[in-house]
């Protein structure tokens, strides 16, 4: 055991160092559900084991860790994770914003067909082909609610984890409690936007300039997959800068996260850059392509039919964007210039969060705003802390007073979520799959069979399971409520 270990013992908690090395666990057995999922080779299996096992192991072994959760601040992060994932609908025991119809219905394919399986539809023969890392534990229950319960067990440990990752970086129970509350609280001033746009303040308020930088509290309720991946490589990336993690962790993570979330990846590209690019000729290098080497065919599988998908950078209406920044971030980036210092981060992590916010905008990836909304949840989140800190410090001053405005302001969000969750009805059960769902498909879901390399082909030379849809006319029962729209919604839109 090392010292962190010792230190944690000895004080009745739990180091960062194992917080770490038990995320790091998870993210690879996705990487191996994966390989169940397309029915990979036992040479792979083994091949692919040991190259992941050997970079966690250089992870555990490498210096400069510190820092330690205590069991009664763990207690606190799960029971937090646990209610912030219920209300959002994990479980269906409150309302679900409508993006999980499709979840839902992927959740059951994957749970109740045989892997591997492709689509027998119209066309040819589809593959699942999306960051599946999130679903694929869960699915293993076999059976649907079962693999509903699995999926908020699962995440709410990962909360878990991050949060308490995140707890290490602050310094007693006050600023602890404070940084917490920072985090679930943060939102940019969307009630004014929703307000200057003339939309109702009552709905989802994060969509009023035709892009958005989404809240924590929406990433969990909404798109908690793209929230987690973000959050892991935050806590991981600011446990650097403290000092209390080695960037080494940095490198090996990266290749793990795209299974769960490729747009929140490419948002760490930059602070991943800051910590590791000094470090690529020295041996941590072998480290980081052990991972790599591990995560390969998860990499293959995310850029199958990627042409179909498309990227380009978007001209965004120049009448819109200076007021989304101002609104969105512009008070917290007056607080971070106002700070009397750089603070315990640096001047170099502030200017990556504020370059990644004014650019990301400009991006897309598919079609809709999901790249602006997923790319930019790691610099989000670094901003929060940030924050954080500004506010756990005992000196008054312009900093603090400006970041309480916006705080304030930017609690509209997070409470019209919570709102909605407890007032609006229970999310219904999906009864179909997929293409019951979205009869029509969607590149950013499903991928031709014989698209797949050989390499990764789902089945190998024995071919995928061929599973031909057959959904009822009505893929739920019951109210489902739109929170963008207000208005109720009987079908997916992808349903026609």
Known sequence: MDGNGVLAQRNGGLSLHWLMLVLLGLLGLMQVGLWAFLGLPLWWWLAGSALGLAAIVGVARAPGWSGYVAWRELAVCAAVAMAVLLLGGEGRLTYANTDWQVRLAVLRDLTV????????????????????????????????????????????????????????????????AVALGVFLGFSGMDIVGQALAGQPLTLHLEQWAGFQFSAPVTQMFWVPQHGLAGWIFAAAYLAWRRGKAPRLLLAVMMPFLPLLSPLAAIGCVPFALHACGRSLLSRDILWAASAAGAALPGLAYLVVAGDSVGASATPLPLHSYPIFILLEIGAYLLALRLRPSSGAYGAATAWIVVASLL?????????????????????????????????????????RLVALCALTIGLATPIGEIARAIAWPRA?????????????GAATYVAPLARFPAAIRPGGEQGAILHRPHDPASCWQGPWPDAVTGQNVQTHPGRG
Not at 365 to 391: K, N, T
Not at 434 to 439: A, E, H, Q, T
């Open 428 to 440: 219904p059960e999906v009864v179909c799959g997929y293409y019951g769902v979205v009869p029509s």
């Open 113 to 176: 067909n045989p892997w591997p399986f492709a689509y027998d539809v119209a066309g040819g023969p589809m593959v699942l082909r999306a960051p599946l890392g999130m679903y694929l534990g869960p699915a293993l229950t076999g059976n649907v609610r079962a693999a509903e319960w699995a999926l908020w067990a699962q995440n709410s440990l990962l909360l878990t984890l991050v949060l308490a990752a995140g707890s290490t970086l602050f310094e007693g129970g006050r600023a602890k």
């Open 359 to 399: 650019l990301i905008p400009f991006g897309r990836v598919g079609g809709g705003m999901d790249f602006a909304m997923r790319a930019s949840i790691p610099a989000l989140a670094i901003l929060a802390v940030l924050i954080a800190e500004i506010l756990v410090q005992p000196a008054k001053g312009a900093a």
